[in-house]
């Protein structure tokens, strides 16, 4: 069984602040790792994610995350947040088979 | 690019009818997935899909089920909708090629029962 938990439900930040958007998994076996966005009334779309290799990954739009496996960690960060940021964030895990864990969602706020 | 199309962005129904939500995709994946999202709740999974006309039970299957006949398709049906099934129900897709395990979200259909 896989799990993950996101630590914060929102997070408000003030434009240009750096963010960091906590998530821990729990997992019996090796997993892939993902960071997904939802902007307003639309579906998730693929953020980053970590299959192997570098445990630090980027995304286009300068977010990054790093796989801590000794802290079964993933947390997504951004030196300097833009309004357009604005967003729920969902960190998930899934198994080889390709089935995916979710967790809460974490709403990301930035304030001019 | 991957395509995820669902039939409807909103739907109201009347309690007890029963209530087809369809999904298609354009990229010849093997996965199918259900989710419905809840606020606090993230999103939960109600049934998934390997390949055609397989089918295996989610974390929340109860009141729903699902058809694959087609490996682009993938319905969701309500059999008889009541109030606790409003809700976003989003669908996705994702391909076992090239270690790839990402999914693809349609744009989610909001379901109003009342």
Not at chain 1, 23 to 42: A, E, T
Not at chain 2, 6 to 11: A, D, F, H, K, V
Not at chain 2, 48 to 77: A, H, N, T, W
């Amino acid at each position: 069984a896989q799990s993950v938990t996101q630590l914060d439900s929102q997070v408000p930040v003030f434009e240009e602040a750096p963010v960091e958007l906590r998530c821990n998994y729990s997992s019996s076996v090796s997993v892939y790792l993902f960071w997904y966005v939802q902007y307003p009334n639309q579906g998730l779309q693929l953020l980053l994610k970590y299959l192997s290799g570098s445990t630090l990954v980027e995304s286009i739009n300068g977010f990054e995350a790093e796989f801590n496996k000794s802290q079964t960690s993933f947390h997504l960060r951004k030196p300097s947040v833009h309004i357009s940021d604005t967003a729920e964030y969902f960190c998930a895990v899934s198994d080889y088979a390709g089935k995916s864990t979710f967790g809460d969602g974490t709403t990301l706020t930035v304030k001019p | 690019d991957v395509k995820v199309t669902q039939s409807s962005r909103y739907l109201v129904k009347r309690t007890g009818e029963k209530v087809f939500l369809e999904c298609v995709q354009d990229m010849d994946h093997e996965n199918m997935f259900w989710y419905r999202q809840d606020p606090g709740l993230g999103l939960r999974l109600i049934y998934f899909s390997y390949d055609v006309k397989m089918k295996e039970k989610g974390d929340i299957p109860e009141g729903y089920s699902v058809s694959r006949e087609k490996k682009e398709r993938f319905s969701l049906i309500l059999e008889s909708a009541s109030t606790n099934q409003t809700s976003m129900y989003l669908c996705a897709s994702s391909t076992r090629l090239y270690n790839a395990y990402e999914q693809y979200f349609g744009p989610g259909t909001r379901l109003t029962v009342t």
